[in-house]
């Protein structure tokens, strides 16, 4: 385990401020759910993620839509669902948006050797951004191919509705 060397009293109501270096760090933000556990008589804080339970669906999301477009189509959130490499800081940094964004030149992954063109969908639940699909561009995708991927993941948005 990691120590920061930073140390908060609990308030009268039992209540604990989390520094911001790491709130930006882990991208906790205002409405935040934080999930706690007990781990060898120690109490471990965690971002609730209520997507977990539903990772699988994502990837098979992902890889139906793929298939669909002929095209790289990603989910991200703090990280690409499903994949080990490391997301590049660009693409992460924009990634957390509320509405249909395009970027020019991004690379994904930061091993990628050049950038890609594409669109966030961001899948936005109870007002709160759950993460964004990534949908690299292709010569062969049309307008109506987009449209109908929106309106795929606003489903998903009520589908997924805590």
């Not at 060898?40 to 098979?60: A, T």
């Not at 298939?67 to 990603?74: C, D, L, M, N, S």
């Not at 703090?78 to 080990?84: F, Q, S």
């Not at 966030?120 to 007002?127: D, Q, R, Y």
Request: charged content about 30%; hydrophobic content about 35%.
């Amino acid at each position: 385990m990691k120590t920061t060397g930073i140390i908060r009293r609990l308030d009268d109501l039992g209540r604990l401020v989390i520094p911001k270096e790491i709130r930006k760090q882990y991208r906790l933000t205002e409405g935040d759910s934080i999930e706690f556990f007990i781990e060898n008589e120690r109490i471990v804080l965690q971002k609730y993620d209520s997507l977990s339970p539903k990772e699988n669906d994502l990837l098979d999301i992902c890889e139906a839509m793929k298939e669909v477009y002929h095209t790289p189509i990603y989910f991200i959130q703090n990280e690409i669902v499903g994949y080990k490499q490391k997301p590049a800081k660009g693409i992460l940094n924009k990634c957390c948006v509320y509405r249909e964004t395009s970027f020019m030149n991004e690379k994904i992954f930061e091993i990628d050797k050049q950038g890609v063109n594409g669109k966030f969908l961001p899948l936005v639940i109870e007002g709160y951004w759950q993460g964004s699909f990534i949908i690299v561009e292709n010569s062969n995708m049309k307008t109506t191919d987009m449209k109908i991927a929106e309106a795929f993941i606003h489903f998903l948005s009520r589908k997924y509705h805590i």
